[in-house]
């Protein structure tokens, strides 16, 4: 159990909604970043939040966009699903004090667009 | 892309080391060798990760050649519940360097 957290765990949605994934990090976690894993892939690198503030992008569209709070918990928001939106999307968390930390990974939520 | 190399799938039999390659020839300087594991349906797990020197811990040992180009994972006791996807990354120590993942090897541990 890495005190990583995240709703909800399975949901289904159709082409051109919108969907909110949530993401509760480990407590005294300062940084969060997000991973889209398809059937049969590495998780790929969406994207990642220091302080509130988004620190670092992969090669994701705009329609993919995010949040961290205060709190440290985080949301990621996609906008007009398409079909391969379909997959897994992790959420990793990690404290991070000037050189790099192990990333605390959820157990991630399954997203189906139909 | 993953700046890494690794057998699509291995097998082992239970009680027996299991030892999984991994090769990064273009590692930089700065580059940590890093390996993760994902078992079936979960969120990837941290095993360990080492710059040059070999590294130990409770659930592995890393195995790192002189001129840093391949590496070798080593589970000493493999357990049926090892049966999982392991991860080797590269990746530069610091705080918003993401980790890259290839496709990995699937270890299958066998009774």
């Known amino acids: 159990e890495t005190g990583v957290t995240q709703s909800p765990t399975h949901l289904i949605k159709t082409r051109g909604q919108q969907v909110t994934l949530r993401c509760s990090s480990q407590?005294?976690?300062?940084?969060v970043s997000w991973y889209q894993q398809a059937l049969g892939q590495g998780p790929q690198f969406i994207f990642q939040?220091?302080?509130?503030?988004?620190?670092g992008r992969g090669n994701f569209p705009p329609r993919f966009s995010g949040l961290q709070f205060p709190n440290y918990s985080s949301e990621l928001n996609v906008n007009a699903l398409e079909l391969d939106d379909s997959a897994l999307y992790l959420c990793?968390?990690?404290?991070?004090?000037?050189?790099?930390?192990?990333?605390?990974f959820g157990e991630g939520s399954r997203l189906t667009v139909l | 892309d993953a700046k890494t190399t690794q057998p699509p799938s291995m097998d082992c039999a239970e009680g027996r080391a299991a030892n999984l390659p991994c090769n990064h020839s273009?590692?930089?300087?700065?580059?940590?060798v890093y390996w993760y594991r994902q078992i079936h349906s979960q969120g990837p797990q941290y095993i360990i990760h080492?710059?040059?020197n070999n590294e130990t811990n409770e659930m592995a040992s890393l195995i790192i050649t002189e001129d840093r180009k391949s590496s070798t994972l080593i589970l000493p006791h493999a357990t049926l519940r090892d049966t999982a996807v392991y991860y080797c990354?590269?990746?530069?120590?610091?705080?918003?360097?993401?980790?890259?993942f290839g496709k990995g090897t699937r270890l299958s541990v066998i009774a």
């Open positions: 990793a968390s990690s404290l991070v004090r000037g050189g790099g930390g192990e990333l605390f």
């Open positions: 407590s005294g976690h300062n940084t």
């Open positions: 939040y220091y302080r509130e503030e988004e620190n």
């Open positions: 273009t590692i930089s300087g700065n580059e940590y």
């Open positions: 080492g710059l040059k």
């Open positions: 990354i590269v990746r530069v120590n610091s705080g918003n360097t993401p980790l890259v």
